[in-house]
């Protein structure tokens, strides 16, 4: 079956546009995260949802960071204004959460802020 | 979350078992032992869970000592496209569904021709 895919896989932005990043978890994972991996480190979370519910956002770094999941399916985080700092790969995360312990990851949306 | 601690790199050669071992002296009694891999432009993938002794399955096998103060992953016979970076990760399940994981820098093995 189909994995977690991201959209775009590439984006280039000027500084202090807004962005738009898209994650399409797998069919029926109750769980989506977000992480965001700077060149050569470990993902780092941003935020997490059950189902629409955002249940965790403590790893967002400032309040230009944004993350919805309306109905429950579809997440977007979206970047405000953004700095040079925001460049990184943020990659998409959803489980199954019924006992799971299986994180399924797509392959990422590389950011670049010039 | 406990701290792990795993070699920043490691080279090998096609056909050589590569043993890649983490230090997670703080662990709690609840947490299980996880190990992630990481190809380049892809998001990190699962390997392989335990809690303690040993666990194979088709890709690696994980040993944890009685004290589970550390762990090592196992990798059988690696070829050139094992070459990636692999994370030691611990925490608490089987609600793991509802809980971010915490990585660390990673190992990053150099399998060589």
């Known amino acids: 079956g189909a994995g977690v895919s991201q959209s775009p896989r590439y984006k280039v932005a000027k500084r202090g546009q807004d962005v738009a990043l898209r994650c399409d978890p797998i069919s029926g994972h109750v769980s989506l995260f977000w992480y965001q991996q700077a060149l050569g480190q470990g993902p780092e979370f941003l935020t997490y949802f059950q189902n629409e519910a955002q249940l965790d956002k403590s790893g967002l770094p400032s309040d230009r960071f944004f993350a919805e999941r309306p109905e429950g399916s579809v997440s977007t985080l979206k970047i405000q204004r953004t700095q040079q700092e925001d460049s990184a790969v943020y990659l998409c995360a959803s489980s199954y959460s019924g006992g799971g312990s299986e994180q399924f990851f797509g392959p990422g949306t590389r950011l670049t802020v010039l | 979350l406990a701290k792990t601690t795993q070699p920043i790199s490691m080279d090998s050669y096609e056909g050589q078992e590569v043993n890649i071992t983490c230090s997670h002296n703080?662990?709690?009694?609840?947490?299980?032992i996880t190990w992630y891999q990481q190809f380049p432009s892809q998001g990190p993938r699962f390997i392989i869970q335990g809690y303690k002794t040993k666990v194979t399955n088709e890709v690696a096998s994980l040993f944890i000592p009685a004290d589970r103060k550390s762990s090592t992953l196992s990798l059988p016979r690696v070829s050139l496209s094992d070459t990636a970076v692999y994370y030691c990760l611990v925490g608490a399940i089987p609600d793991t569904g509802r809980r971010a994981l915490t990585f660390g820098s990673g190992t990053r093995l150099q399998v060589q021709p």
């Open positions: 703080n662990i709690a009694t609840n947490d299980y």
